[in-house]
């Protein structure tokens, strides 16, 4: 397949994938904002307040369900991947949660769109 290149000596492929670069980040900033309304950082950090293991489920399975479709929609490859599962890791870090927590979630999210289908 030709692929026409720019005059710059970039293909126009690469010019896709630069935008899709920034909606990788930008789905992975409102997954981890989506946990954040259900499970707050502050009650991460708190093990009295910590809600019970089934809520903790329910919301990371309705976070890698979004990851799924969003990964089937986009047709991600590796490295699509790789970038999605470091982009919300650090969302999540920033946000104030517990390594512990941001380990687990970014995880199950990779592990959910990983799995061959």
Request: aromatic content about 10%; overall charge positive.
């Amino acid at each position: 397949m030709d692929v026409p290149f720019h005059k710059s000596g970039l293909s126009m492929l690469s010019f896709l994938r630069i935008g899709r670069k920034s909606e990788i980040k930008d789905f992975a900033v409102d997954l981890a904002d989506q946990i954040a309304k259900r499970y707050p950082p502050a009650l991460d950090s708190q093990p009295g307040k910590r809600p019970s293991v089934n809520r903790l489920t329910r919301i990371t399975e309705d976070a890698c369900i979004k990851a799924v479709e969003f990964h089937d929609r986009h047709k991600l490859g590796w490295l699509s991947r790789a970038r999605l599962g470091n982009d919300f890791r650090w969302a999540l870090a920033e946000l104030g949660y517990t390594k512990e927590f941001v380990d687990f979630a970014t995880e199950a999210v990779i592990v959910h769109i990983s799995r061959k289908r």
